[in-house]
């Protein structure tokens, strides 16, 4: 009954969230005419039908642009319907630096996004294989890594490791949460040694690059994945691209910190497009299971 | 508290903040080449990551601390431009933190404990740092150090900024000299990040809490370690003695802990940081 109940919630807030969507698909396509049946792709720039595109889970049919998805759609797309059952949203943020406006900055995001953070954590199944489940949400301050990302993502390893499941995690960052100083580096610290604990149990722990990963979670429990795969043309780094580009004083090559660029650099396993990858996780997960695979 | 032509109005503490930030930058600060031979005896230097290079911004080596070995790690600042340069200004490249590891868990196969000493602006942002896995590098270190189940103290003496200077101070005790910092991003970046404006770096100072008192009050640090009145470069004798009293006080407890206490006790350290409500 808890986990009926919970569902139902986070439907609920999938609905309340898909205004913005809508809203964000006008202003990124800026077709505002034909807004029902065709779609202007914000990469491409071409024009694209809007079934094509939903039914490609939101990448350009033409160019295979993928678009950055809220987190309930994430997990529509990736678990089994009707068996996630979500975890730790009940925590909220204090305010370690005192600093001016963060918690009222927090509770309209809370509103406007339906997420009571930058990260949806839970567990659920994905083609019937159980496993412990985070989705990052870049419309959430960035999807930074404060005190509460750190202790969902703490407390998710923690149980999967008590009931010995496997972990896929969805990154999307721009890293530390400034607002929390300190406080938001030590999260670091604290989750990737729970990805350590949950590894020294022999269980398995995937992670999906998407756009953007960057900074202190592409230096924490991003890069720990005994598998990392990413979606195609997602920029992951360490510094972000005009940082580097300040530093150094001219531009940088399109691909750099591109899925691509990674994959040829040896730092992750696979591209895998948003249509394969339901089918891919669930093959990896259904191989890594003892006395089977 | 900022006015229109960001002049701001400080009170004696925050003044004493800003104060202490300059003692940190001073040009004459001690660095890690000044420290360990008062603090430690017969240090080797130990060179190279085994993948790519030896990354001069990190050094490693082993030595003796009151007659017994030791892992020494720390970065590399100089005291002139040559040298600074030599050392990329204390900013490590993925091999640093790669060479770092592999003395680290050279530690732990040998018994050793590990004292890390902080000195970094941050991780080197460039083109090559990004081909190499700066992001990987980190992420591995703080796993890896986590793992360990030997005695790992970390001294912050000059200033730590990012996942530069934690990628090597996951320990079981973090201690601080009185007037270093310890920040997520330098006072520059949290102004420009925050509020678009890089010249309210003094208010940054104070916003940020980067000092050691502060850091001690949030739970961070767990002690500091007392400077001369004007700062470590006044009398750099002094304060190696005082680091190294520091380090007796903080390893001796240690040593009396099992495998299993020392990783414990590291885990639940870095476990219990984090500001929230539960309802
Ligand atoms: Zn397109």
């Not at chain 1, 001016?100 to 294989?129: H, M, N, P, S, V």
């Not at chain 2, 005082?242 to 407890?253: Q, T």
Request: aromatic share 6%.
């Amino acid at each position: 009954m808890g986990e009926q109940k919970m569902l139902k919630d986070l439907f609920k807030k999938a609905k309340y969230i898909s205004v913005p969507i809508a809203k964000r698909a006008i202003n990124e396509m800026g077709d505002k005419d034909n807004i029902q049946d065709y779609l202007i792709c914000a990469k491409c720039e071409k024009k694209i039908s809007a079934e094509e595109y939903e039914n490609l889970l939101k990448v350009c049919p033409l160019c295979s642009h993928h678009t950055r998805l809220y987190a309930p759609e994430r997990l529509e797309y990736t678990i089994d319907g009707g068996t996630f059952e979500e975890k730790y949203n009940n925590l909220q943020t204090l305010n370690p630096l005192e600093f001016e406006g963060y918690l009222e900055k927090i509770e309209k995001l809370q509103r406007i996004t339906g997420l009571d953070e930058a990260i949806l954590t839970g567990f659920g199944k994905i083609g019937d294989e159980n496993t412990g489940i985070g989705i990052m949400d870049s419309s959430f301050l960035m999807a930074s890594m404060g005190s509460v990302v750190g202790e969902k993502l703490a407390r998710l390893f923690e149980e999967a490791t008590e009931k010995r499941l496997p972990v896929v995690i969805f990154t999307a960052s721009g890293g530390a949460r400034m607002h929390e100083g300190i406080v938001s580096l030590m999260q670091m610290a604290k989750v990737s040694a729970a990805v350590g604990r949950h590894s020294d149990a022999g269980l398995l722990y995937i992670t999906v690059l998407t756009d953007p990963t960057t900074g202190g979670v592409t230096a924490s429990f991003a890069s720990l994945g005994d598998i990392i795969l990413a979606e195609p043309g997602a920029i992951v780094g360490f510094t972000g691209r005009r940082v580097i580009e300040g530093t150094i004083g001219h531009k940088l090559p399109d691909d750099f910190q591109t899925a691509e660029f990674l994959l040829s650099h040896g730092y992750i396993d696979k591209i895998v497009p948003r249509i394969d990858m339901k089918k891919t996780l669930s093959m990896l997960l259904k191989m890594h299971m003892r006395g089977e695979g | 508290m900022a006015n229109e032509a960001n002049q701001i109005i400080l009170t004696p503490k925050e003044e004493n903040i800003i104060k202490r930030y300059e003692i940190s930058k001073h040009k004459n600060r001690p660095t890690v080449n000044d420290y360990i031979p008062k603090i430690f005896e017969d240090f080797i230097e130990l060179h190279g990551d085994r993948g790519y290079s030896d990354d001069k911004a990190i050094l490693t080596g082993l030595a003796r601390f009151n007659g017994v070995a030791v892992t020494v790690i720390g970065h590399v600042k100089g005291k002139n431009t040559n040298e600074n340069i030599e050392a990329n200004f204390g900013m490590p490249h993925p091999e640093g933190y790669r060479k770092a590891l592999r003395q680290m868990q050279q530690a732990e196969k040998f018994r050793r404990a590990v004292i890390s000493l902080i000195d970094t602006p941050g991780a080197y942002c460039g083109v090559a740092a990004e081909e190499r896995g700066q992001g990987e590098a980190i992420a591995r270190n703080l796993m890896e150090m986590s793992r360990l189940t030997v005695p790992v103290i970390a001294i912050i003496t000059g200033e730590g900024a990012s996942g530069g200077a934690l990628g090597i101070a996951q320990a079981n005790k973090v201690l601080m000299l009185e007037n270093a910092t310890y920040s997520v991003i330098s006072a520059k970046g949290f102004a420009s990040l925050l509020w678009k404006d890089p010249k309210r770096e003094k208010e940054a100072i104070i916003r940020q809490k980067m000092t050691s008192e502060d850091l001690l009050g949030l739970g961070v640090i767990d002690g500091i370690i007392p400077e001369p009145p004007e700062g470590a470069h006044k009398d750099i004798v002094l304060t190696a003695a005082a680091i190294k009293a520091a380090l007796e006080a903080n390893i001796a407890p240690l040593l009396k802990m099992s495998p299993e206490e020392i990783y414990n006790q590291r885990y639940k350290k870095f476990r219990d940081i984090g500001f929230f409500n539960e309802t």
